[in-house]
């Protein structure tokens, strides 16, 4: 006998999801980028709930959605138990992602500055080529005055943002189907929509792992994902433009700093 699926049996805590993330945002008091003493504050806790209930949430949908199987891949569970079980984890990655992504949305929408220091600027391409230059060893290439975000991540969020906006209207219709008849018309454009949105946000999500976390030189960059901040000695190694739009002036501090230590 078919069990009933969490999709089936708690569907609206789906449609709830999102609403909880903007309301929490409402109710979010942010902290802006500040250097402190010789760290600098990256990410105020809003930011770090936000990118690790979006970032589980979404490995979790990417793992259990691909074992599902995809329109073009076959389905790693078999019948049964394996794929109820399954389903159930993608419902509650689902739930995770969508607050964790609303709550971010909401968060930007309402600093509008968040949002655009993600887009990339008309540097985008002279800095990604000079950045990743540098990383294959090329001497001729110096490191760019980078801001918050490198300009090669800007980039790639764009194909993050599309990605998870097809992920998200693909889903929910997917959702709304469990409990309302839709037209078959519409679900068949719906599913392969869904999975070659997931195919995308997988590319990008293993070259955000590579990049952001296993390569030694994001390792302050992830630390600050726990903590909050960055040393400012990498801050103005990596990020000298950032630290100018937070007013930050070499000579001025280092002058400073040398009359603390006297």
């Not at 000298?240 to 603390?260: F, Q, V």
Request: no cysteine; proline share 4%; aromatic share 12%.
């Amino acid at each position: 006998m078919q069990r009933e699926l969490l999709f089936d049996s708690a569907t609206w805590l789906v449609w709830l999801a999102p609403f909880i993330g903007v309301l929490a945002a409402g109710l979010t008091k942010r902290r802006d980028p500040a250097i402190e003493g010789d760290r600098v504050l990256r990410h105020d806790t809003a930011a770090i709930i936000e990118h690790w209930a979006h970032g589980i949430g979404t490995a979790v949908l990417l793992v259990s959605g691909i074992a599902l199987g995809v329109w073009f891949l076959p389905a790693l569970v078999g019948s049964g138990d394996p794929v109820w079980n399954m389903m159930d984890v993608h419902y509650v990655a689902v739930v995770v992602f969508l607050f964790g992504t609303f709550y971010y949305g909401a968060n930007t929408l309402l600093a509008m500055k968040r949002f655009r220091e993600h887009l990339p600027t008309k540097d985008a391409v002279e800095y990604t080529k000079r950045h990743y230059g540098l990383l294959l060893g090329f001497k001729k290439f110096t490191m760019p005055p980078e801001r918050k975000y490198f300009e090669s991540e800007k980039m790639a969020y764009i194909l993050a943002l599309a990605s998870t906006s097809v992920i998200i209207l693909t889903g929910l219709i997917k959702v709304a189907a469990h409990a309302i008849d839709l037209p078959a018309g519409l679900m068949a454009v719906v599913t392969p929509a869904h999975d070659i949105a997931t195919v995308a946000m997988l590319a990008f999500f293993l070259a955000h792992v590579f990049f952001a976390a296993i390569l030694p030189m994001s390792w302050p960059v992830l630390r600050s994902m726990f903590t909050g901040y960055v040393d400012l000695e990498y801050a103005k190694h990596e990020h000298a433009g950032w630290l100018r739009e937070l007013g930050y002036e070499a000579g001025k501090a280092e002058a400073a700093s040398e009359e603390t230590a006297a």
